[in-house]
Nanobody
Framework: VQLQASGGGLVQAGGSLRLSCAAS????????MGWFRQAPGKEREFVAA????????YYADSVKGRFTISRDNAKNTVYLQMNSLKPEDTAVYYC??????????????????WGQGTQVTVSS
């Protein structure tokens, strides 16, 4: 599976962005998918994850209520809708695919395929 993230940019605090992650290759619909982010000088952190069917979603506490993860298996794409953005959301955002169960969705080392990242910058 190859992943291509897009949709990042510069936005003012309180604004919104929608990230997309397009997948190529077979069996995209079989993979749970996740979004992670990494700010300068910080470790990569979990943002959100979604099961292969889209029925269940998981969020970091820091984004709960502001971000929404979704997927369209017919389009081989996963999305991250980000609302009420804050300066602390500034980071490079990565999408990733995993074989693991939901117990491991927050753990970056459990993901098998990664996109190249897209920069999100939130100005105050």
């Amino acid at each position: 599976v190859q992943l291509q993230a897009s949709g990042g940019g510069l936005v003012q605090a309180g604004g919104s962005l929608r990230l997309s992650c397009a997948a190529s290759g077979r069996s995209f619909s079989s993979y749970p998918m996740g979004w992670f982010r990494q700010a300068p000088g910080k470790e990569r952190e979990f943002v959100a994850a979604i099961t292969w069917s889209g029925e269940s979603t998981y969020y970091a506490d820091s984004v709960k209520g502001r971000f929404t993860i979704s997927r369209d298996n017919a389009k081989n794409t996963v999305y991250l809708q980000m609302n009420s953005l804050k300066p602390e959301d500034t980071a490079v955002y990565y999408c990733a695919a995993t074989y693991s169960s939901s117990s491991y969705y927050t753990r970056s080392y459990k993901y098998d395929y990664w996109g190249q990242g897209t920069q999100v910058t939130v100005s105050s």
